[in-house]
């Protein structure tokens, strides 16, 4: 496969992307053309681009970079909790040793007294 082929892992694609996917196809199909000649141009170089189809790919692209970013925010907060629960669990694995380590020398220390 090419480099600038495009894989598309439908693990990861939203049920409206498939959704659009599949209308698209059962229009092209219906029409009996594909994209290449549905969408062509007479003149690629002097006739305009549809106005609305840029719109459509900009606002669309846009979307999907927003829910990319409100998707990554998620897991960032989500992977910082499980990270400040972990640190708060060190802290006080840590601070209950110490209270352990403290009664163990003092019963150590009372028991030596006991002795005397």
């Known amino acids: 496969m090419c480099a600038s082929c495009t894989v598309y892992s439908f693990y990861s694609l939203t049920s409206a992307v498939l ?5 698209a196809k059962y229009f092209l199909k219906s029409k009996g053309s594909t994209a290449a ?3 062509t141009r007479p003149d690629i170089l002097q006739t305009p681009v549809s106005p609305s189809l840029v719109k459509n ?3 669309s692209a846009k979307m999907y970079k927003n829910e990319l970013r409100n998707k990554q925010m998620k ?5 910082s909790a499980v990270a400040l629960s972990k640190r708060h669990m060190a802290f006080q694995t840590a601070a ?4 352990l380590r403290e009664k163990l020398s003092n019963a150590l ?6 002795r005397v």
């Open 96 to 99: 209950a040793a110490t209270r």
């Open 109 to 114: 220390s009372a028991s030596i007294r006991n």
């Open 19 to 23: 959704s659009s996917f599949q209308t």
């Open 75 to 79: 897991l960032n907060a989500e992977l």
């Open 37 to 39: 000649s549905y969408f």
């Open 57 to 59: 790919i900009c606002s």
